[in-house]
Each structure stands twice: as C-alpha cells, then as structure tokens.
C-alpha cells in the first residue's frame, strides 16, 4: 500500500487516476506520478479487451510491486458483463484480483459486485462508469448494497448535476478528465453488437478491429464496421476508426454526423471548479493508447493538479499543457464535454 | 403444461401528441395484450401526459382486465428527474418498472416491481439480487440471446417472470444529448419539442441508402423491427412468460394479433412473420436472439 502518505499535501487534492493498456504504460505512468492506474485482465472481463493490451498474472503482480514501491495504487477493471456461460471467468478473475492483492477492482455488473463484497469483504470496490449510475441516489443505491467506495460518473453530467451528486453520497466520486469521448451512456450502449455482435457490455470493446473492413472505391475510401458502411473518405480527408457513434450517415437527404464528430475530453480548465466542489479522482482514459500518449497526459496532468492544489481561484491553464494535449487528441479538437454544454 | 405466454404492450418510446396517446391506448384496451405498460420512459421534456394522465389511462386499462405498469425513466440527469421517478414509485396504484438503480433503490423491499431491460440484467447473480429486493419480474437485455436468457431463467428464484423484446425497433442507446435536436441545428434546452413532428423517430441511413439506425431524441433505435416471432418455441423453451411489443403509431393492433395468434399455436412462425412483414417498411432482425449480430435478418419459422 501507499506508505509513502504525503504529509502536506491538502487534504482535497484531487487524485490523478491514468491507464495502463501495458507494463510499461503502467510504469510511465506510475514513474510520471499517477496517483492511480487502472488495468485489466488479458480478456473480455474488462472494457478494454484489445489485442496486446492487458495483463497476466505474473506482469499484474510486477506492475503491483512496481507501483506499491513508488506509493501508487492498482485498480483492476472487471467492468464488462459476464453472462451465464462465462460467469465463472469473472468470478475467479475477481478471486485472482483478490489473491494478487490490487487495490481495488472496478465493477459493472450487480451480480459480480454482489459476489465481491460477499466473498472478500476486504477488497475495495469502484462502481464503473458502465454501472450507469448517473445520480447520487444510484450511487448510494451500490453503496449500500455492496459498499463501493468510489464511483466513476458517466461522461453526460454537466458540472452542476456532478457537483450535487458529490454533495449527497458518501462514495468518492471520480470524474472523466481527458480522453475519448463516449457520446452515449456507458453501460446503455448496444450500437456496437447491433452491427457486429460485440459490445462493450459483453465483449469489453466497442467496434471491434476484426469487424473493420477499409475499402478503396471510385467513391472513395469506405470504413464498414460489420458490413454497415460508417464512413467514406475523400482523398484530402483524415480517415478515423470506424467507431460506430463517430460514422457519418444520411438523414432526410442530409450526410453529415447525427451522433458526434470526432472530438476528444479535456477539462483541464475545470480543475478548480472540481477540486472546489469535493471530486476524489480524475481520471485519465486510454488504455488502448501509446506509452507516448500515457507519458504526456500523466505528465501534464500531474502538473496542473499540483498547480491547481498550490493555486486554488488563481490557477491558470498554461498554454504549454494545451500544446501537450492537443498533439495527442484524437480529432485534434477538444471539447468539455458534457460538462459544458454547448449543445444544452 | 405451463400457461400460455402473455403478451406486454411495452412503454411508447415516442413522443406524440396527448390526443394520439389517448387514442392509442383507447385502442389497445381491446387488442389481447395482457400487460400495458405505460409513461415517459425516454425524454423528461416531453410533456403532453402529466403522472395523473398516466394514472387515468391506467384506470381504465385496468378496468378492461388489463395488467398496468408505470415505467421509469431510462436515463436520470436532475433532480426533477429523480422526483418524476419518485412520483412514479409512490403512485399507489400500479406496479413499478425500474429503469436503473436509483429506481430499484425506491422499490426496493416496498412493493414488488418489474427489473426493466435497461438494468442489465446479464446474468443469474444479478437476478438474485434484484429478486431479493422484490423483483417479481426482469426484462431481458435486448442483448442477452436465447440461450443467455435460458440459462439465467432456468436459475431464476422461483417465481420470477421473464419477458423478451418480441417486437419492434429495439432501443439500442441513450444519451445526454439529443440528437433529433441536433439534426435541427437545436440545442437541448431549446429543442422546441420537435419530436412531436416524428411520431415514428427520424430514419438514419448509410451513406449505400441503407436503413440502419433511429434517432428518437435522446434515443436511438434500430431501424429494422426485431421479431421472435419464428421462434415463439424456443421463447417458450426459455422460460420466456411475456412477450413485450413496442408501440408503433400504425398496425400495433395487428401486431398484438398476430403474436396471439402464433403463441396460442394458431398461426405458424412462417405465416406469422409474413403478416409482420406487411406492417414494417424495413425487413425484420433476430440475430440478438441468435446469438450474433442484432441487426442479422430475422429467420423466420426458424427451429
């Protein structure tokens, strides 16, 4: 555990909370001054089931150690949903978590986190983002059932709604900061299986890769996402991952974006607001990203929320942190999200 | 011999005018559906039925041997939000579908209630926790298959009724943000209720002129119905207990029918899935139910 308790620091100073797709994202991060990082499983018990991500055994109990020694904690991402014939691979991933001593496990499924806090009332409990609970009364719903101690808000609550919900529940409330935009409730999305069978819900990915065709076409460059055409690409434009909710579609004759365009989270000038108002956590998406990408964005949120601690009102967004982060958004283009709502 | 499969009118996820919906259930009250399920699950700016509206409508569906639930909303933001589902709780009446968990937490141990599809009930261990807390019902994720909603019936609490999505675009999403306003160039808060011009959402194709999506304010749908109507064996097999059908503003009625007709064995699930396809513009879906994709095309009379 964290012996390395920081004496002054305040007591409400935000923590920093940043993905570790990797080992050696979990030591960037970690060396950078994560005061969390999360991770997962190398399958579909977490929402981040890609390719060469994730952990096994043997590389999650380093990357423990490794933390542990430089004072950060683990939280390991069970946030899928694990259906009759699988349910027993969550439950023995919980056991594993358990018994690998992370410190803490972040959970979706009222199920899974029923068995946690009846089978090891000692392991620490997050409420995901894809437990949809998106007032305080949801939260306190979790905590009373199953004791969670933080709970990660869904990305659609303006700054007012999160405040109100920090003020009601005695769960540390952890906040989206930066990162990937997710357009639709998490938890309440199916768009992903309705084209492909795969969900974040059940598969732990969103439009999965081997669901992804790119053709070349006198009409130019088409992304499909299980046969359903997302997005076709003339030769000047930049082609972007066929995500589902990102694809542009005909409405009544209009072509153009019905859901979202491209655009990522950044709240770095919300810090003090959110410190202000009592957030435990900000957390940092991208577990699927580059060590590059984990470097910068731990970097610079590492800084801000140390300056935004010193400064308080005073605390200015420095031009060099958005130079930071722009250079590694995708989209290019950021956004506050549903925190400030433009389109209210 | 278990009983017949009941058939449940699910919540009207659209947004009509107050004349409309009053006929619509006027309606229904002689179509054979079992179960009604009634109130704004999707948007809390849309206003043409207050609670008491809600609750009169109920009345009379009651009084015609109609079994009544009041649904929650799916997606709480405010704290107007959280007092509309309060309200909706204590209505006193009838029985409560809970749309998520602070709604479960206001039902818990209170009075029994329906575990609406928007709990994510994936599994038997979730089950038993909503049972515990006065579940008499769960309504399946749209995507839990046939053989996912076996397998957590089968381990079920005694007891407890299963119904399925049977009929209708699916509700696949939802959002903060509206995206029938966005198509107006509308922000949220100054929507101007357009919704009420599409009684039937607004059609989102591909870029091919293929039907895929529905945009139903912060909603969105499929654009193909799904129909287990070549499979209402195999529901039955499952454990299934009611058949949830998804109001249309045109051939509800005959929706209702033809699902009588094929669960009671009258129709087969070929000559049943050609009256449905009469009633819908876009070919029908499965593949949920299936197992795979969604929006794979239903087979009908399939074993």
Avoid at chain 1, 178 to 186: C, T
Avoid at chain 2, 113 to 136: E, I, K, Q, R
Avoid at chain 2, 217 to 227: H, I, N
Wanted: overall charge neutral; aromatic content about 8%; hydrophobic content about 45%.
């Amino acid at each position: 555990m964290a012996q390395a308790a920081a004496p002054e620091a305040p007591a409400r100073r935000l923590k920093l909370v940043c993905p570790a797709g990797t080992p050696p994202a979990l030591k960037i991060a970690v060396d950078q001054g994560a005061d969390d990082v999360y991770l997962g499983f190398k399958d579909e018990t977490n929402a981040r089931n890609f390719a060469g991500l994730n952990f096994d055994e043997r590389s999650l109990r380093e990357g423990i150690d490794y933390a542990h020694r430089k004072g950060a904690q683990v939280l390991l991402a069970l946030n899928t949903f694990p259906q009759p014939a699988t349910w027993r691979k969550w439950q023995s991933a919980v056991d594993r978590a358990a018994a690998l001593g992370v410190d803490a496990i972040i959970v979706a499924d009222t199920g899974l986190l029923a068995y946690a806090s009846r089978t090891h009332p000692a392991l620490r409990l997050h409420l995901s983002v894809q437990g949809s609970a998106t007032s305080h009364e949801a939260i306190n719903f979790h905590h009373e059932r199953f004791g969670i101690r933080r709970a990660v808000l869904p990305r659609v609550l303006s700054v007012e709604q999160a405040e109100k919900v920090v003020s009601r529940t005695p769960v540390e409330i952890e906040v989206f900061g930066f990162g990937s935009l997710s357009i639709m409730v998490e938890g309440r999305c199916a768009l992903s299986s309705y084209a492909t069978g795969e969900s974040p819900n059940t598969h732990g990915g969103c439009s999965p890769a081997r669901a992804v065709r790119w053709q070349e076409t006198p009409r130019g460059l088409e992304s499909r996402l299980g046969g359903v055409l997302i997005d076709r690409f003339a030769a000047a434009d930049h082609p972007g991952y066929p995500t589902l909710c990102r694809g542009r579609f005909v409405v009544n004759g209009d072509t153009y974006y019905p859901f979202e365009e491209p655009t990522s989270l950044n709240t770095l000038e919300l810090l003090p607001r959110l410190q202000a108002m009592g957030v435990a956590a900000i957390k940092i998406e991208g577990r699927q990203r580059s060590p590059v990408y984990v470097q910068t964005v731990t970097r610079v949120w590492r800084e801000a929320i140390d300056a935004c601690a010193r400064e308080r009102e005073r605390f200015r967004v420095r031009p060099a942190w958005q130079e930071a982060l722009a250079g590694i958004s995708e989209g290019r283009q950021c956004t506050l999200g549903a925190y400030h709502r433009p389109w209210k | 011999m278990t009983a017949p499969m009941k058939l449940a009118l699910g919540p009207l996820l659209y947004f009509w005018p107050r004349e409309s919906v009053l006929d619509f259930y006027a309606e229904a009250a002689a179509w054979p559906v079992d179960t009604v399920y009634l109130g704004e699950t999707v948007c809390p700016r849309r206003r043409e039925l207050r609670l008491e509206d809600w609750l009169a409508i109920g009345e009379s569906l009651a009084a015609r041997g109609k079994e009544v639930v009041l649904s929650t909303y799916e997606l709480i933001e405010s704290d107007a939000d959280l007092r509309t589902m309060h309200a909706v709780a204590d209505n006193g009446a009838f029985r409560v579908e809970a749309n998520d968990m602070a709604a479960v937490r206001a039902l818990a141990g209170r009075m029994p209630f329906v575990a609406g599809p928007f709990l994510n009930v994936y599994n038997a261990a979730t089950l038993a926790v909503l049972a515990d807390l006065g579940a008499s019902r769960w309504v399946t994720p749209v995507e839990l298959s046939r053989e996912g909603v076996a397998a957590v019936a089968a381990e079920a609490p005694a007891g407890i009724e299963t119904e399925v999505f049977a009929w209708g675009r699916l509700p696949l999403a939802v959002s903060a943000r509206c995206f029938t306003a966005r198509y107006y160039d509308l922000t949220k808060d100054h929507c101007e209720l357009r919704c009420i011009g599409h009684p039937e959402g607004l059609a989102v194709d591909t870029q091919d002129g293929k039907p895929f999506l529905v945009l139903n304010g912060v909603q969105t749908q499929s654009a193909s119905p799904q129909s287990l109507a070549g499979d209402l064996g195999g529901a039955r097999a499952a454990g299934v207990t009611h058949l949830r059908l998804s109001p249309q503003p045109h051939g509800t009625g005959e929706v209702a029918a033809v699902f009588r007709a094929a669960a009671d064995g009258a129709l087969s699930p070929g000559e049943a899935s050609a009256r449905l396809a009469k009633l819908h513009a876009v070919p029908a879906c499965d593949g949920y139910w299936r197992g795979t994709a969604g929006i794979a095309p239903a087979q009908a009379g399939h074993a």
